[in-house]
């Protein structure tokens, strides 16, 4: 079994904000993050599958595959877009980048090859804060 | 004999913008900007690095204190882009276009009037990790 992960990334703009509360609770629980014309951030995504090492390629899988797979499914989905309004599969979802995560681990997995399987979703916000999701 | 040494400065934040000529079509915002043109906005980490070149006083040993610099650079331009929008919360880019290259001169402009001028300035603003630009160009 060998982990291979492919690096891509992302520029996007979102604000933290619960619907639910006043503007000011959102004020005091998500601070600048909160401000109501967006910020933004270039993202680093991570994606790290797990396999078996194939006799004949010597791959887990084709890194290229692989690339081409995230840029369909997440970068397409995310660069260059407004988090909040314009991601289908971030809808009613708060845009932390931990909610992100496992946003892009649901939109993932489904669309890789078969004996390959997603070990986790690392998403940097900026270079001193990422999360990791591993599935559960 | 030259003893003008250059001090850097390196300070980060974190904004929306897109960008668009209100005197285009649509269509053609979308020809010369592409996605960065998205009504809804996008967002980068901006990383910039601020280089001020001169002489080291013969008291102190400092070009400028590195200190009183980064707390002159939080106090007029961190707090004045850093998680905000900068067409819609900067007043600099209400009529004027945010791409790096004016986010530099802005930078600049506003950081020049504060900073003797003795020294020498140069703003280096990174959009992402591969593209940058400088002001003054030298």
Same mark, same amino acid.
């Given at each position: 079994m060998v982990f291979l992960t492919r690096i891509e990334h992302f520029n996007a703009a979102h604000k933290l904000y619960n619907a639910a509360w006043s503007k000011e609770k959102n004020e005091e629980v998500f601070g600048k993050c909160a401000n109501e014309n967006w910020h933004g951030h270039n993202y680093e995504l991570h994606v790290t599958v797990k396999g078996e090492v194939a006799a004949?390629?010597?791959?887990?899988?084709?890194a290229q595959i692989l690339s081409k797979l995230v840029k369909q499914f997440i970068i397409e989905e995310l660069d260059?877009?407004?988090l909040n309004l314009d991601v289908e599969f971030m809808k009613?979802?708060?845009?932390?980048a931990e909610n992100l995560a496992i946003a892009i681990w649901h939109q993932l997995t489904p669309h890789l090859p078969e004996g390959v399987n997603l070990h986790s979703v690392k998403l940097y916000e900026t270079p001193k804060i990422f999360v990791e999701y591993f599935g559960s | 004999m030259n003893k003008k040494v250059s001090v850097f400065r390196k300070e980060h934040f974190c904004a929306a913008h897109r960008l668009n000529?209100?005197?285009?079509?649509k269509e053609k915002n979308y020809a010369v900007f592409g996605k960065c043109n998205n009504p809804n906005f996008h967002g980068h980490n901006y990383e910039m690095e601020v280089k001020v070149t001169g002489e080291p006083a013969a008291?102190?040993?400092?070009?400028?204190?590195l200190k009183y610099l980064s707390d002159l650079i939080n106090e007029t331009v961190i707090e004045k882009l850093?998680?905000?929008? %900068?067409? =819609?919360?900067?007043?600099?880019? %209400?009529? =004027?276009?945010?791409?790096a290259e004016n986010i530099a001169m802005v930078i600049y402009n506003i950081l020049r009037s504060k900073i003797d001028e003795k020294m020498d300035l140069q703003i280096r603003l990174y959009e992402t990790p591969r593209n940058f630009v400088e002001y003054p160009a030298s």
């Amino acid at each position: 079994m060998v982990f291979l992960t492919r690096i891509e990334h992302f520029n996007a703009a979102h604000k933290l904000y619960n619907a639910a509360w006043s503007k000011e609770k959102n004020e005091e629980v998500f601070g600048k993050c909160a401000n109501e014309n967006w910020h933004g951030h270039n993202y680093e995504l991570h994606v790290t599958v797990k396999g078996e090492v194939a006799a004949d390629t010597g791959f887990v899988i084709n890194a290229q595959i692989l690339s081409k797979l995230v840029k369909q499914f997440i970068i397409e989905e995310l660069d260059h877009k407004n988090l909040n309004l314009d991601v289908e599969f971030m809808k009613e979802k708060l845009c932390s980048a931990e909610n992100l995560a496992i946003a892009i681990w649901h939109q993932l997995t489904p669309h890789l090859p078969e004996g390959v399987n997603l070990h986790s979703v690392k998403l940097y916000e900026t270079p001193k804060i990422f999360v990791e999701y591993f599935g559960s | 004999m030259n003893k003008k040494v250059s001090v850097f400065r390196k300070e980060h934040f974190c904004a929306a913008h897109r960008l668009n000529n209100p005197s285009w079509s649509k269509e053609k915002n979308y020809a010369v900007f592409g996605k960065c043109n998205n009504p809804n906005f996008h967002g980068h980490n901006y990383e910039m690095e601020v280089k001020v070149t001169g002489e080291p006083a013969a008291d102190t040993g400092f070009v400028i204190d590195l200190k009183y610099l980064s707390d002159l650079i939080n106090e007029t331009v961190i707090e004045k882009l850093d998680h905000k929008n %900068l067409n =819609l919360d900067v007043p600099e880019f %209400l009529d =004027l276009n945010p791409t790096a290259e004016n986010i530099a001169m802005v930078i600049y402009n506003i950081l020049r009037s504060k900073i003797d001028e003795k020294m020498d300035l140069q703003i280096r603003l990174y959009e992402t990790p591969r593209n940058f630009v400088e002001y003054p160009a030298s």
